[in-house]
C-alpha cells in the first residue's frame, strides 16, 4: 500500500479520535446540565457533519488498508460498523435521553478500532 494512503489513512483516524473524544465530552456536558439542550442547526448539525465528512472519507481508506495490507485483528465488517457508529454517536451525544451506558460503550467501541488501527500504522 503506498505510504501517502496509509499517511492519510492515520491522520483521518486520528482526527476521528478527536472527535469522538468531542462527542463524549459533549455527552457529559449535557448530561450534567439538561436544562441547557444545544440548539440542532448550531452545535448537533455541524458536528454532525463534521464527523460524516471525515468517517466517508475515513471508511474507503480503512477497506483499502485491510484489502491490501491484510492486517492482524481488522475486517471489513468492523470498519462498516465503525462508521455507522461514527455517524450515530455524533447524533445521540447532544440527546438528553440517551442511555448512558449504551452510549459509553459505543464510544469504547469506536475508539478501540480507531486507536488499534493507528496501532498498526506506526
Known sequence: MLKEIKNKLYERTEELRKLNNEALQSYVKIKEDKENTPDFYECVKPFADKVKACADEWKPLA?????????????????????????????????????????????????????????QLK
Open 63 to 119: 477497506e483499502q488498508w485491510i484489502i491490501e495490507d491484510k492486517p492482524d485483528y481488522f475486517y471489513i465488517k468492523q470498519m462498516e460498523d465503525t462508521h455507522e457508529n461514527l455517524l450515530i454517536s455524533s447524533v445521540l451525544a447532544f440527546q438528553t435521553d440517551t442511555k448512558e451506558k449504551r452510549f459509553r460503550e459505543m464510544i469504547q467501541s469506536i475508539d478501540y478500532i480507531l486507536t488499534g488501527i493507528t496501532n
